[in-house]
């Protein structure tokens, strides 16, 4: 499994119905966050090993209502018990 994060900002008024479709709507997601500063979710998502992680954000995330704007963060290592790969 390849995790990583995207920073959401959001249309104004949105950001709760954003985080609610991410939440309902996108499998791969795992915790979605409200944030203080320039955005206003942090999303983290668990994809296959193989997956396009650009196709799967200009896919899956970009094409909710109500997201403004994107960054994705690509994750290297992990430190914890489970490397990461969401087991256990």
């Not at 999303?43 to 992680?53: G, K, L, N, R, W």
């Amino acid at each position: 499994m390849r995790q990583f994060f995207v920073f959401i900002k959001c249309e104004l008024a949105q950001t709760y119905d954003v985080a609610a479709a991410l939440v309902d709507q996108v499998e791969e997601a795992r915790q979605v966050h409200s944030i203080s500063g320039s955005f206003d979710l942090l999303a983290h998502f668990s994809v296959d090993a193989d997956a396009d992680i650009g196709r799967f954000v200009n896919r899956k995330v970009q094409t909710i209502p109500g997201i403004k704007d994107t960054q994705t963060i690509l994750c290297f290592n992990a430190f914890t018990r489970d490397q990461g790969l969401g087991e256990g």
